[in-house]
C-alpha cells in the first residue's frame, strides 16, 4: 500500500459524489440550506422612488439658499405616510410631509429632513402642517433612494450552489421568492465499532471506554448541513457490522461514515462486510493524525470509514467527509477557507501533512498561533481547547517561530 496525498485522497473521494436532488421549500425553511438554481431579480429594489428620511418632498429648486436666517416657506399639499401612494403632483412652492420609506410624490426631486424645517414634532397622529419654513437647501436627490438603486431587475443576485446567509433569506423575500429551490439535506448512517465502546450512559467496565465518535461526528454532520442517523456501535463480529451496515442501506442514506476499524490488518470484518455487497479500499494518507482511511461502498452507497482515535475521526471528518456532504449538499465551493496565521512558538512535524491543533489570539494586530495542548490523536482536550488547526505541509518537519502557516478556523 503506499501513501496517498491529502490531495489525492479527497480529490478520489470527491470524485464518487454529485449533488442529490433539489426541492422546493417555504422560504422560512430555507436558513443554511444550499440554492438549487440561479435568483434572477424579478423586480428593481428599491421598488419605487422613496424618501430615506422623515420630512418634506420637495424640488430642490424651491430651497437653494435656504439658510436658518433665510427660510424658504412651502405649502403643504400632501402627507404621505410609508405604504401610501401619493397622488399630487408638487408644482413650485409647494411639498408633501413623507415618512421613511414612502413613495416620493410626482414634481418632487428631494426631501428635506424635519430637522431642517420649523416642523420638528414627528409623534404619530400629528397633522401634517399647512406650511413648512425650509432652513436648509438640499440637492436634487437627496434623501431620496431611486427605484432600482440596490438591485436592478433582472440582475443575477445569487447562484445555484450558494449557502443561504441570514441576509440572503431577506433579499429573496424582497424579492418576493416565496418557495425556494435548495438541495434536499444529504442523509449520513452513522456508525462506531469497537468491543470496547460504552454508551455515555452505561456503568464503566473494565477495559473498556465511552463512545465519544458518534456524538462528535453526529454534530459535525449535522454542522455540514446534512441529516444524521445514529445507528449506533457494532460489536467487532461480522454480524454486528453487517446488521448496521445493511441499516443504513435499506435507510438509504447517501453516505455510510463510520469510525474505528481502519487500521490495517485488525479488522477484516468491516472489510469482508463491504466487500460482500460492494468493494473497500484502505488507504494510508500522508497526514497526521488519521493516516488510516477506509472508502469504498456498499450496494452503491459511499462508505467512509475514519480512524477511531477521536481527533483522528475529526480531522479525518474535516479534511474528507465535509468537502464531501458538501459536493452532495450541492454547494458549488467544498473547500473550507484558509487564513495566514503566525506561529507564536516553534512547531514539529514528522513530515506528513499534519493538522495541529491550536488556539489563535490576536497579538498586536496579528493572528498569532499557539499549540493548545498536547497533539497525541486521543487527547481530546487539546482540539476542545483549539480554535484552529494549523496546517503544516507534507515534507517539513518543523517551522519555527515567526513563521507564516495556513490554518482553518474551528
Ligand atoms: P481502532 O481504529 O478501532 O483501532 O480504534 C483506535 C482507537 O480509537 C482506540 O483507542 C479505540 O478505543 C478508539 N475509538 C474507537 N471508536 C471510538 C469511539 N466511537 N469513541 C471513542 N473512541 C473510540
Ligand atoms: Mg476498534
Redesign the pocket.
Known sequence: MSLLSVAEARERILSHFQPVAAESLPLVECASRVLARDITASTNLPLFDNSSMDGFALRAADVAGAAPDSARTLRVVADIPAGATPTVSLAEGQAARIMTGAPLPQGADAVLPVEDTDFQNRSAGLPAPEFVQAYQAVKAGNNVRPRGMDIHAGEAVLQAGHLLKPQDLGVLAMLGEAQVRVYRRPRVALL???D??LAVDAPLESGK?R????YTLAALIESAGAEVLRLG?AADRREAVEALVEQAATLQVDLILS?????VG??DYVKEVIESNGRLDFWRVNMRPGKPLAFGDYRGIPFIGL????VSAFVGFEVFVRPALGRLGGLKTVSRPRVRVRLGEAVESDGRESYLRAEIREENGTLTAYLSGHQGS?NLLSLVRANALLIIPAGVKSAPAYQEVDAWML
Open positions: 462506531s465499532s469497537g470496547e465502546l471506554i463512545d465519544s465518535n458518534s456501535v469510525s474505528a476499524g481502519v487500521s485488525a479488522f480512524p477511531g482515535n477521536p486521543g
